[in-house]
T-cell receptor, first 113, second 115 residues
Framework: DAGITQSPRHKVTETGTPVTLRCHQTENHRYMYWYRQDPGHGLRLIHYSYGVKDTDKGEVSDGYSVSRSKTEDFLLTLESATSSQTSVYFCAISGGGGNQPQHFGDGTRLSIL | AQSVSQHNHHVILSEAASLELGCNYSYGGTVNLFWYVQYPGQHLQLLLKYFSGDPLVKGIKGFEAEFIKSKFSFNLRKPSVQWSDTAEYFC?????????????WGLGTSLAVNP
């Protein structure tokens, strides 16, 4: 399996609190992605990065921000968590020019009460 | 808009039955095509991919898929399923693969294989 570590694996927090999820890779891949997975919606792209400090929005970016200060780390931040952001969050990485297969981390299960 | 459609949302089979899961995509120039599997409680894993060449692609665990360009389809097949194939299956496409780096995902097909 690709070297991708997501932390934390599980988190429960309250509405209105900030939350940061971390994705760490050891593959030196240029492309990194954050998805959320919800029943009936499949995987939806939140944000992605195509290099250090280079990021772009996905289809469900409202309420989320990202940062990538190093090749190996891609952070997802919920500035003020809402119950609608309760989900499973997956990080993925892709090598080459970004049109190669994506490899996924184990996911973070986030519950916002 | 570019989209990926998986026709079967839930499939129930008995062991040894043959499997075919449909995947169609909207027109979008050159495409890279993928099938992923997600076993219960796990992350997504790549089953197989198609970029170019032979339209019949073989993947891991005995799965294969056929790219039919005229039908914009990339159906997944397995001749004989096992209980361990119980999982969710996702089709995904990169449209305009020369310039685009985002995957468009189907909503997935949940497969249950009864022993």
């Amino acid at each position: 399996d690709a070297g991708i570590t997501q932390s934390p694996r599980h988190k429960v927090t309250e509405t209105g609190t900030p939350v940061t999820l971390r994705c760490h890779q050891t593959e030196n891949h240029r492309y990194m992605y954050w998805y959320r997975q919800d029943p009936g919606h499949g995987l939806r792209l939140i944000h992605y990065s195509y290099g250090v400090k280079d990021t772009d929005k996905g289809e469900v970016s409202d309420g989320y921000s990202v940062s990538r200060s190093k090749t190996e780390d891609f952070l997802l931040t919920l500035e003020s968590a809402t119950s609608s952001q309760t989900s499973v969050y997956f990080c993925a990485i892709s090598g080459g020019g970004g049109n190669q297969p994506q490899h996924f981390g184990d996911g973070t299960r986030l519950s916002i009460l | 808009a570019q989209s990926v459609s998986q026709h079967n949302h839930h499939v129930i089979l008995s062991e040894a039955a043959s499997l075919e899961l449909g995947c169609n995509y909207s027109y979008g120039g050159t495409v890279n095509l993928f099938w992923y599997v997600q076993y219960p409680g796990q992350h997504l894993q790549l089953l197989l991919k198609y970029f170019s060449g032979d339209p019949l692609v073989k993947g891991i665990k005995g799965f294969e898929a056929e790219f039919i360009k005229s039908k914009f389809s990339f159906n997944l097949r397995k001749p004989s399923v096992q209980w361990s194939d119980t999982a969710e299956y996702f089709c995904a496409v990169i449209f305009n693969a020369g310039n685009n780096r985002k995957l468009i995902w189907g909503l997935g097909t949940s497969l249950a294989v009864n022993p």
